[in-house]
């Protein structure tokens, strides 16, 4: 049977893509901070971790920070790191005027204990400009 | 460099935008009673809270309660307050027929330890019949 | 007033629509085991009956578990469970090549205190190849 389908992926295991893409909208996986970091690596130096991966995974999928729908972020310790988080991430968005996602923040414990942050993010296709010189 | 998209964002601010639409889809910010609701405002009351002011976003992005197609529900208490909060959800679908979308309830505490209950919309955009009059 | 909409909706009830269907992509309910799973109902065995929900959800929509883009997966516990889970889900995808979706994975607590684990998917439909017989 022909198999046939215009779904993208990248980054595919036996589990799970790291990118899927279709419909111009792009799909990442949950990210979060590499294998089991050191059980005090802080929610800053997390956070930082979990944003520069999506941003490299955007980059890879023709997206970036400013494309972004919605995101969904998981802390470990909501009381504890939701602050810190916040930190990071406005000053993360905060390169360009108002690009900030829909978002919904809860806490979930993660697949490995030392992790303290989780983003799941939807974004949008590289759009180009049907008059890039503006008129 | 000439900055363009067709993503549309409203009530945006360094962190969050409460409204993204894109792609004739709506997505909202997890929505939950307002600031630090009192200790002892109930699942009742605080999700009808919730289910006003997605009435409220929804209708500023051009959509409503009939038009979601997916909801996800995070309770602090998934044991304490199912039933309370699905009485006041059942209500709130109840004034048209067969409206109900994708729906997904999980425990998760939530960013302020008062919020009992916190909801993720996506919805599309309203539609004009193509025979408004019916045939 | 005439009430028009694009949004199809199969099993709907009062609270929830099994699936919805919109713009091509197929919206799923959070599966679970059936009703209450004996306490001692392992993840392997919950897993698999998920995932045959989610199977016969999406053949009724006209989609299967190779068309998925995303899947959000919430574990009661996912120290103990996350490896259980995981290995039913690779046996699961592992019928054809490279279609693992972009997923998330946390813990939450769920509906019911012997239900271990949900899934929330959405999928695209089925598309037939614009040249079926190859060339």
Redesign the interface.
Same mark, same amino acid.
């Given at each position: 049977m022909?198999?046939? #389908?215009?779904?993208q992926?990248t980054h595919?295991? /036996?589990?799970?893509?790291?990118?899927?893409r279709?419909?111009?909208?792009v799909? &990442?996986?949950?990210q979060t901070a590499k294998g089991s970091p050191s059980a005090d690596a802080g929610i800053a130096e997390q956070t930082a971790e979990v944003l520069a991966r999506v941003d490299a995974l955007l980059a890879e999928a023709g997206s970036d920070r400013?494309?972004i729908? #919605?995101t969904?972020i998981?802390l470990r310790d909501? /009381?504890a790191d939701?602050a810190g988080m916040?930190a990071v991430?406005?000053a993360w &968005?905060?390169d360009?005027k108002?690009?900030?996602?829909?978002?919904?923040?809860?806490?979930?414990?993660?697949?490995t204990?030392s992790l303290r942050v989780?983003m799941?993010v939807?974004a949008?296709e590289n759009?180009?400009?049907p008059n890039?010189?503006?008129s």
């Open positions: 022909t198999y046939f #389908t215009t779904i992926r595919s295991n /036996a589990r799970i893509s790291k990118i899927v279709h419909g111009g909208l799909y &990442l996986c949950g400013s494309r729908l #919605t969904t998981y909501i /009381a939701f916040n991430w406005e &968005l905060a360009r108002a690009i900030a996602p829909a978002r919904t923040t809860v806490q979930a414990a993660l697949a204990a989780e799941t939807v949008i759009e180009r400009s890039p010189q503006g």
